[in-house]
């Protein structure tokens, strides 16, 4: 069993076409070819911590994956970052471990970032106008880095909570060739914009239905355990689709699951973000519509990039460096 | 992060007094001070595999474990061992990984051979006349091997369907210093044996109620899922005592929870083996009362064991080779 570093886990990722790879994890999902157990979840007291193994394999491919993640926010008094974790590659026909890809959560990172520029690419209105950034964290510059591959659009509005960080992502942007602006309220952002990204860890919502141009899409990738919400149900009640990457997981978690206890939406209204990317659902109908996305994260994009990573560091070493990296620009 | 190897492994074993390290272990998780999630399962079809992720911690250590081990029966045919796995420790402080234990299951097999000796050391009567084991596997080696700390007997008898394999079991327990009468009939060994093992991965009872001698402990260790059974119901139902590792998981799976679903016991018989360990519960009153114990296998074996071997490799190697292993005599 081989064990690679964050180094080098980074080292052959600008040479992977990681879009496509996880477009079709979330179509197997969505057609009921992967196999992805509830997350197993260990919750620490003094100090709070919490750690997540997410695992699951594709039905005819070669590996399993074994993903551990945790956040421990009392790391940041430590010196240490608060999130951790690692990927493990099991044979599906053996069970004979691989490797273990000790990515220290970044794989997660970047795998949440492709799935919002999966969703873009495929629910965004053809003319994106304006890029609404809501955060200023990391995930508010890898969703852009990543939006890059995807839109054509360069003018980003950002709104946070703090001004330091809103500039200091607005410099950050502009070295990657994004014009941004910061703003002051979050309603200048949503009524400028026609794509935005939520990524925050708010617990209650930041945007409501009022705030919301007609046209618009929204990603929502904050809320990915049952206690967080960036968006007020009524604007999913309101969208004229609202596509879940899983729908099981969104019952239970996120913007859809706190929409549907509250009876904005139903069940049947939700879309899988599978069967939008394999064409069993048509998705976007014109740039009028309306559209929310809710992402809370699928073991099938764990499986996807860990395979890939794997492949790139091990058996495929001249396929590296073959597409150039959204971070690297 | 470091991984170590089962080579390294193996070298520091012997120095470990696992016994009441393992005791301790049980008596936390019997007091509550241990969080053991339920165990994650993966079920892979083609070939037939399965994959058990065992987790938690006791409260106020140092570690977290994690324990992947993965069953593919298949593998014979190719030549490669059935079982695989590893333990993974990591900070309760920060959730930091701190290392891997590559052991391919190997602890898994030394804990369950000492919960086996913790529970003879306890439960078996003062005078062990004839120790009876069920089967001829591995486990039947090591649960023996490990006895020979906590009881004086050396003579056995042994029981197994393949007359090959008894006679091999029986060449090599004599040079580890027993004397071995290999039988035709298990109810030979029933009657002969007062401290009887059973080791084997029958799927249904090898032993009656009728076969079992008055004053006898019978430790029945090779049925830890649902499908396995290895002794009568009724067995259960005449004993004095009857000890499960876990009454959470013995409610699930083993001889209790065939013995709770066939009417044979209640649920307020039965006695956790903590109790037992930490003297809330008196465990056997004389040598002629008969007790059976249930194992299937509690994560907290396992988060004792992969502390004490990470330890005895990295922060204490003064303490190696401190005291002999059962298996190198």
Redesign the interface.
């Known amino acids: 069993?081989k064990?690679f570093t964050l180094k080098e886990i980074k080292a052959v990722l600008p040479g992977i076409d990681l879009i496509p790879l996880i477009e079709e994890g979330f179509a197997a999902y969505s057609q009921g070819r992967a196999?992805v157990?509830p997350v197993?979840?260990?919750?620490?007291?003094d100090?709070p911590?919490d750690?997540h193994?997410k695992?699951?394999?594709i039905?005819g491919e070669d590996y399993?994956v074994?993903k551990?993640a945790?956040?421990?926010l009392d790391?940041q008094k430590?010196d240490?970052p608060s999130g951790?974790g690692?990927m493990?590659l099991?044979r599906?026909?053996?069970?004979?471990?691989v490797c273990?890809l000790?990515d220290e959560v970044y794989l997660t990172d970047i795998r949440t970032a492709v799935a919002g520029a999966i969703v873009a690419k495929y629910l965004a209105p053809q003319n994106v106008e304006r890029i609404g950034i809501v955060g200023t964290g990391n995930q508010a510059r890898l969703q852009l880095a990543y939006l890059k591959g995807v839109v054509d659009c360069r003018h980003v509005l950002v709104w946070g909570r703090s001004e330091e960080k809103k500039q200091l992502y607005s410099r950050e942007m502009a070295q990657k060739g994004f014009t941004v602006e910061a703003c002051n309220e979050i309603s200048e952002l949503a009524e400028a914009s026609n794509l935005v990204i939520t990524t925050t860890s708010a617990t209650a919502p930041l945007l409501t239905a009022d705030l919301i141009t007609p046209g618009t899409h929204i990603t929502a990738m904050g809320s990915d355990t049952v206690g967080k919400r960036e968006l007020d149900g009524v604007i999913l009640g309101q969208a004229d689709l609202v596509v879940a990457d899983s729908i099981s997981q969104c019952r239970e978690r996120g913007e859809i699951a706190w929409a549907l206890r509250e009876g904005d939406i139903q069940e049947d209204d939700l879309v899988e973000l599978g069967d939008v990317l394999s064409g069993s659902h048509a998705g976007r109908q014109s740039d009028d519509q309306t559209t929310v996305a809710d992402l809370t994260g699928v073991a099938v994009q764990d499986i996807q990039i860990a395979r890939a990573v794997y492949e790139a560091l091990h058996n495929k070493p001249d396929e590296r460096a073959k597409n150039p990296s959204p971070l690297s620009s």
């Not at 197993?40 to 007291?45: A, M, P, T, W």
């Not at 599906?92 to 471990?97: I, R, S, Y």
């Open positions: 069993m064990v196999v157990p197993g979840e260990l919750i620490l007291k100090p911590g750690v193994i695992y699951g394999y039905e399993f074994i551990i945790s956040g421990f790391n430590l240490l951790n690692m493990l099991f599906q026909e053996t069970g004979e471990p273990l000790y």
